[in-house]
């Protein structure tokens, strides 16, 4: 569970220099090979990262502000920790810092009254780059580029939502 309004606070008006993934290196093949460990992603800034997690059988975000990526709890010992870089994927223009100029998400009520539960969340950089993140893929967190967010919504509107009625809620620079 996470509040929407602090995951604006936190970061709009802010710079991001990169996305990064979790995951370790698979040295068992005659090229190492980086396995992505998709249920956390990063969004990296200048002194630390906002971390974005999907709950262990859950379907929503949650976020915190952390130091630096860090290994997962479930990782092998004999697995060496590795984060690769997405900001090349999603982050088009040429540029060392994005400005977040827009963050769209669509929430539900949690479990206790007052909880908002975020189904998925679009990241607007520089009013051009987009970063789609569905927490309720199979294997972790979808991340997707631009048009992913309304295509998302406009199929979450043909079915019944057993979570109850998802709502939009947008942050913008000047809201």
């Known amino acids: 569970m996470t509040d929407v309004t602090l995951l604006f606070a936190t970061l709009g008006h802010t710079l991001v220099s990169d996305i990064q993934v979790p995951g370790y290196i698979d040295r068992d093949g005659p090229i190492p090979q980086f396995v992505p460990l998709p249920r956390t992603f990063y969004l990296v800034r200048d002194k630390?990262?906002?971390?974005?997690?999907?709950?262990?059988?859950?379907?929503?975000?949650?976020f915190r502000?952390?130091?630096?990526?860090?290994?997962?709890?479930?990782?092998?010992?004999?697995?060496?920790?590795?984060?690769s870089s997405y900001g090349r994927l999603f982050l088009?223009?040429?540029l060392s810092?994005?400005?977040?100029?827009?963050?769209?998400?669509?929430?539900?009520?949690?479990?206790?009254?007052?909880?908002?539960?975020v189904k998925c969340a679009e990241f607007q950089f520089e009013d051009s780059s987009y970063l789609f993140a569905d927490p309720r893929n199979l294997f972790?967190?979808?991340l997707a580029g631009h048009g992913a967010y309304d295509r998302w919504k406009a199929?979450?509107?043909n079915l019944e939502a057993p979570g109850g009625t998802l709502r939009e809620v947008v942050w913008t620079p000047g809201s």
């Open 48 to 62: 630390d990262c906002v971390q974005f997690d999907v709950p262990l059988s859950q379907d929503f975000l949650t």
């Open 65 to 83: 502000v952390a130091e630096r990526p860090t290994p997962p709890e479930n990782l092998d010992e004999d697995e060496e920790f590795a984060t």
């Open 92 to 94: 088009s223009e040429d």
């Open 97 to 117: 810092s994005f400005a977040v100029t827009r963050i769209r998400c669509l929430v539900s009520d949690g479990p206790s009254p007052g909880e908002v539960l």
């Open 140 to 142: 972790g967190i979808r």
């Open 155 to 157: 199929w979450e509107q």
